[in-house]
């Protein structure tokens, strides 16, 4: 996978991670990807919920280290 | 506008008293649809806080003008972030302080009686998840049932009546919260009371309790009196105490009966469950006052806020102890059971001993409501 920007929202709290996530994907270009990292337990419905409802396509997240990344598409 | 915090404990004086209040909860709504703040008068609105990121404009017609609108979150922080928008638009708002977590952990305690020769026994009510808790004071001692994590709660209001602890009791291994009987136990040198049944797996030392048992708290006569009724674990036991009340763990509650499927034994527990309420039960007597380990739904709270019904009445009215037919009652406890609460087995072995997560992760595991009910 070609990854197009990292964000790194690790320490960062609710509603932080959304936050940063929106502003780094409104400066991609559609179809490319961001990978995020957060240590925000609560990111991963978010982000999920968030993806669906504003037309990203989650491609996949892992947890490593208490540390979670995802793979976001923008669409 | 102002933006103000409203504490988990104002909440709960709103939903005691069953007075009006206007949520707008921000979490998502797989979340909201789980768990939430439950008032008689209390009003919703779910939008997730990441659908109000450009502005609150589009929803503010949503919005009463007449009512209190309290924004709750997860944690507190996107609460903050919206509450401070719909104020720059005009309106008063509050966010609910420390947000679920907080709710989730608040107890109110409440008097429910009077015992033997000034002795006294207490109800916490942890309103935001439905659990119950006990504190029996007599002649300088108290004894503590089936305490939550937040032990300090205890410690203090025992330290403000000038009592020591010197019993604490589980009514059987929870599935739904982390117990605090053992750290209260460690930091008070009181004993630790648990049926062994349940107890098979624990790492550490515990009085076992079978029933027959009798506690005395301080040395004026209030008993203890252990009752084995087993169903929703096979070790249960109910405590009737100086007489006047029957503790009934999570095997009877108000308005439900207690599930017997959370040690994944629903099949061979159910007749036990069906003996404890339909025999050992009926043996006791009507005046008693049932104090269950929880409720179910915001309409079991008294006007106190209290949770506690006389027996003869449950006998009467709960469903669950008027089903004549055996397989009807098989069918009730053991198919189409509620979800099971979260994590509830990480959470049996943490009361076991057997795992030792840190405080945050005993939040993450105990979020929800609890679910060891069955209607």
Request: one cysteine or more; aromatic letters at 8%.
């Amino acid at each position: 996978m070609i990854v197009d920007k990292v964000l790194d929202a690790k320490g960062l709290a609710c509603p932080m991670p959304i936050v940063k996530t929106k502003k780094a994907i409104n400066e991609l270009e559609s179809g490319q990807v961001l990978e995020v990292h957060s240590t925000d337990k609560g990111a991963k419905n978010d982000l999920t919920a968030w993806a669906k409802s504003s037309g990203h396509e989650l491609l996949k997240h892992e947890e490593e280290n208490n540390v979670l990344k995802f793979w976001l598409k923008k669409g | 506008m102002s933006v103000k915090p409203m504490t988990p404990k104002e909440v709960t004086r709103k939903v005691i008293n069953k007075e009006e209040l206007f949520i707008l909860d921000v979490r998502n709504e797989a979340d909201f649809a789980d768990w939430k703040i439950e008032g008689e008068n209390f009003d919703y609105l779910n939008i997730p806080y990441f659908e109000l990121l450009d502005g609150v404009e589009d929803m503010l017609d949503k919005l009463p003008s007449s009512k209190n609108i309290l924004v709750v979150c997860a944690k507190e922080g996107s609460s903050i972030m919206v509450a401070d928008m719909i104020s720059e638009a005009g309106l008063s708002v509050s966010y609910l302080e420390g947000g679920m977590k907080a709710w989730s952990e608040h107890l109110e305690p409440v008097k429910v009686g009077d015992l033997y020769n000034g002795g006294e026994i207490y109800q916490f009510v942890r309103i935001g998840k439905g659990c119950l808790s006990y504190m029996v004071v007599s002649n300088g001692e108290a004894a503590i049932i089936d305490a939550t994590r937040m032990i300090n709660h205890y410690l203090e209001f025992a330290k403000n009546l000038d009592v020591t602890i010197t019993h604490v009791f589980d009514t059987h291994l929870h599935a739904d919260h982390i117990s605090g009987g053992r750290v209260i136990a460690e930091k008070t040198n009181a004993a630790y009371w648990l049926p062994p049944k349940d107890a098979e797996e624990v790492t550490f030392d515990y009085s076992p309790l079978e029933g027959g048992n009798i506690v005395r708290i301080g040395n004026t006569a209030i008993d203890i009196h252990a009752l084995y009724s087993p169903g929703h674990t096979i070790g249960s036991t109910s405590f009737v105490v100086d007489e006047k009340f029957l503790l009934s763990g999570d095997i009877l509650f108000v308005d439900s009966i207690g599930r017997p499927d959370l040690a994944g034994m629903a099949e061979d527990w159910v007749g036990d469950l069906r003996e404890s309420l339909y025999s050992s039960y009926r043996e006791l007597s009507e005046e008693l006052i049932v104090l269950p380990a929880h409720f179910m739904i915001i309409d079991e709270l008294n006007e106190n806020g209290s949770v506690a019904e006389k027996l003869g009445t449950l006998f009467e009215n709960n469903h669950g102890l008027n089903i004549e037919d055996e397989n009807e009652f098989r069918k009730l406890v053991t198919e189409n059971l509620p979800p099971q609460p979260n994590a509830f087995q990480e959470i049996r072995q943490t009361n076991m001993g057997k795992i030792y997560p840190d405080e945050e992760q005993q939040r993450e595991m105990e979020i929800g409501p609890n679910r060891c009910a069955v209607r």
